[in-house]
T-cell receptor, first 114, second 117 residues
Framework: AQSVTQLGSHVSVSEGALVLLRCNYSSSVPPYLFWYVQYPNQGLQLLLKYTSAATLVKGINGFEAEFKKSETSFHLTKPSAHMSDAAEYFCAVSDLPGNTPLVFGKGTRLSVIA | DAEITQSPRHKITETGRQVTLACHQTWNHNNMFWYRQDLGHGLRLIHYSYGVQDTNKGEVSDGYSVSRSNTEDLPLTLESAASSQTSVYFC????????????????FGPGTRLTVL
């Protein structure tokens, strides 16, 4: 069965500092991997996704993530944090294409300090 | 523009009442999902559907039911609301199509905040 582990339920960074949110997954087959962001009182929106093409994936708002098969990781990074990045971030995995639910991590709340 | 909507956005009800949360999508997606979000648990899958007349149980389906009579709608019913069902509920949809080269990206609605007193 697939699973997702997000290390750190809360991460705090200073404005302008590097953002690193960790995600490790387990899957018996090559996975599809996703990062979603949730701003307060809103639904989830897609930041980026890995679908077996390039291992370094670029998303919206300057975020990117690198798929590392040997480490079963898909960590999310952004070189310079902005106050508007404060939100909850969810990593998700699925394996089979088409009809299969996503399995979500428990989320990481990112705080950005001025 | 295509979208996914949920109603109501906020609901307060009493223990034991039946409650139905609506979800409507205009993406023409085959798949629809219901999640609940609780602090410390992330998103947990309640029920999902891969097409009209198809429904499946997720990891936290007890006390909930769904039915899919058309492509656009997947209402979630709480048969007899309990305080443990106080939560934020999200509906999502994805293109689907078993065996096809799709990546399972899901599109989410804005959520319904349900309080059971």
């Amino acid at each position: 069965a697939q699973s997702v582990t997000q290390l750190g339920s809360h991460v705090s960074v200073s404005e302008g500092a590097l953002v690193l949110l960790r995600c490790n997954y387990s899957s018996s087959v090559p996975p599809y991997l996703f990062w979603y962001v949730q701003y307060p009182n809103q639904g989830l929106q897609l930041l980026l996704k890995y679908t077996s093409a390039a291992t370094l994936v670029k998303g919206i708002n300057g975020f990117e993530a690198e798929f590392k098969k040997s480490e079963t990781s898909f960590h999310l990074t952004k070189p310079s944090a902005h106050m508007s990045d404060a939100a909850e971030y969810f990593c998700a995995v699925s394996d089979l294409p088409g009809n299969t639910p996503l399995v979500f991590g428990k989320g990481t709340r990112l705080s950005v300090i001025a | 523009d295509a979208e996914i909507t949920q109603s109501p956005r906020h609901k307060i009800t009493e223990t034991g009442r039946q409650v139905t949360l609506a979800c409507h999508q205009t993406w023409n997606h085959n798949n629809m999902f219901w999640y609940r979000q609780d602090l410390g648990h992330g998103l947990r899958l309640i029920h999902y559907s891969y097409g009209v007349q198809d429904t499946n149980k997720g990891e936290v389906s007890d006390g909930y039911s769904v039915s899919r009579s058309n492509t656009e709608d997947l209402p979630l019913t709480l048969e007899s609301a309990a305080s443990s069902q106080t939560s934020v509920y999200f509906c999502a949809s994805s293109l689907g199509l078993a065996g096809a080269k799709v990546d399972n990206e899901q599109f989410f609605g804005p959520g319904t905040r349900l309080t059971v007193l």
